[in-house]
């Protein structure tokens, strides 16, 4: 049983971080590098705080993990130092912890009984802490090898698309026993995992290492190849019996009616993130620096959060970050976001602790430029949001205007879905109204024998989302293939995460 005192007397600790005046000056990761023993035991003193509740919110699918990452069981093997045995029960329900570990803000914790009352509890398990670390020991262990299926199916399924949701089907799928093809139009596997998130928060040899892992299962990769194009749907379907589509929503939303848009130094977040990656991969000097720079990322999400730290660490002279919306209490509002949905509440990220300014309640109204058409400064003006008899959201300018400084500005104001690809419209599919692909509850959609799983058919989400539609999706082409699956199927998808309307 777990152990009854444990978070009476452990206090909570989070993963310790390096030095902001260290870490902004390189692009590793911002954890500090610990001896692994020392941390192994760290880590097993908090796992003494979870209660092993009789109705475990924290994997609940719609307050928690969406995977059903079974969280009391093995964060009780870490207390009892049964790596190996907790390595096995967390790869059961999720293919890539070290994914999740590093990057999921971890709703399972905003759903952990222990976060009912902080004052009384100290705050929630370190769930996250404690995924991160065991996967961790598995990969010193060389816990983790390819599983490789003992029959089979003398089936082909292709995945296009190598982000989570792709590689999570792609692997359940090999290791049914088909034979799987996944084609990815970049020259490296990973989709955004690789190019959208920054080095500093996920280092990319954890990727390299489960593809490595794939391609010892059976799984083959297809790199450069822009399916639609490079590849015709023709020779794709008369290669593959199913094709899954988990090709991400990359489209950008973007706000070209500002004045001022198209000068030089306004940029999509994306446009500033890939290079930046791809110079950390050793491609070169990215071409859009914020190196000297005074920055403002307008967008107050994730993604702004990501061009903050990048922007931190490519030297920039200042960098603001605006966000429309009145700054969030640092506290959860019961009344707003009750226990156990996610709280409302002001987050810092690694990003937001190493600096940089938040400005709540403005928008940008036009940008300014100098002679030769590049930006140098943006008119703002203090905003309100309100909302017209359909619910949309209309921002309104409420007081002066004021000018700042701006030599590069970037949008991070999310994404609109899926692109409008000749792959789409060769298969007959168009996107829905919120730009997502939709499908039946097999996952597959109008076109026979075509799946679609991740941001494509959810809308930009989660790591563990996108990892927990992948394997259920696979699912679905298991039983389209044979007529029946024993493949898991953790959400369905029409599944929502808990949240008060």
């Not at 995992?193 to 059976?218: F, H, N, T, V």
């Not at 017209?388 to 000018?403: I, K, L, M, Q, S």
Request: one cysteine or more; a negative charge; charged letters at 25%.
């Amino acid at each position: 049983m777990a152990d009854p005192r444990g978070f009476l007397e452990v206090g909570k600790t989070e993963a310790p971080t390096r030095p902001v005046y260290e870490r902004v000056n390189d692009w590793r990761e911002v954890y500090v590098d610990k001896d692994p023993d020392k941390e192994n035991q760290h880590v097993s003193e908090q796992a003494r705080r979870c209660m092993d509740c009789g109705i475990p919110f924290c994997h609940s699918g719609s307050a928690g993990c969406p995977l059903g990452n079974l969280i009391p069981e093995w964060n009780d093997l870490v207390r009892r130092g049964r790596w190996d045995a907790a390595s096995d029960r967390l790869h059961a329900t999720n293919n890539f912890p070290e994914f999740t570990g590093k990057l999921c803000p971890a709703p399972c914790e905003a759903a952990c009984v222990l976060s009912i009352s902080h004052a009384t509890t100290g705050g929630s398990v370190t769930i996250k802490r404690i995924e991160k670390t065991i996967a961790e020991e598995a990969w010193r262990e060389g816990l983790v090898v390819p599983q490789t299926s003992a029959t089979l199916s003398g089936k082909s399924v292709a995945v296009v698309g190598s982000g989570p949701a792709g590689l999570a089907a792609a692997q359940q799928l090999t290791r049914a026993g088909h034979a799987v093809t996944v084609y990815e139009r970049d020259d490296r596997i990973g989709g955004l995992l690789r190019y959208g998130i920054p080095e500093y928060k996920m280092q990319k040899s954890d990727i390299d290492r489960r593809i490595a892992q794939m391609k010892g299962e059976g799984t083959e990769f297809v790199t450069e190849c822009n399916v639609g194009e490079d590849l015709t749907v023709a020779e794709l379907r008369d290669r593959h019996d199913a094709v899954v589509l988990a090709v991400g929503a990359l489209k950008a939303r973007d706000n070209p009616e500002v004045p001022g848009r198209e000068l030089g130094g306004v940029h999509l977040a994306m446009e500033h993130l890939v290079p930046a990656n791809r110079e950390c991969e050793g491609d070169g000097a990215s071409p859009i620096s914020a190196h000297g720079k005074h920055v403002v990322i307008i967008g107050g999400g994730d993604t702004g959060a990501d061009c903050l730290g990048t922007a931190h660490r490519q030297g920039a002279a200042s960098v603001t970050q605006l966000d429309y919306n009145p700054e969030l209490p640092p506290e959860r509002d019961e009344n707003l976001s009750p226990w156990p949905t996610w709280p409302l509440i002001l987050r810092d990220s690694a990003a937001h602790v190493e600096g940089g300014e938040r400005r709540y309640q403005v928008a940008v109204q036009r940008f300014l430029g100098d002679d030769n058409g590049n930006v140098t400064a943006m008119v703002l003006a203090e905003v309100t949001v309100e909302r017209d008899d359909n619910g949309r959201r209309n921002v309104v300018p409420v007081g002066d205007e004021f000018e700042m400084p701006c030599e590069m500005a970037l949008f991070a104001i999310g994404f609109e879905g899926v692109e409008r690809t000749a792959l789409l419209t060769d298969l007959e599919l168009a996107p829905n109204g919120r730009g997502a692909l939709s499908c039946g509850s097999d996952w597959q959609t109008d076109t026979p024998g075509v799946f679609v799983c991740g941001d494509a058919h959810r809308g930009a989400s989660l790591v563990v989302w996108a990892i927990a539609e992948g394997r259920a999706a696979a699912r679905g082409v298991d039983e389209y293939l044979m007529g029946e699956s024993d493949l898991p199927s953790p959400v369905h998808p029409a599944a929502l995460p808990l949240s008060v309307r």
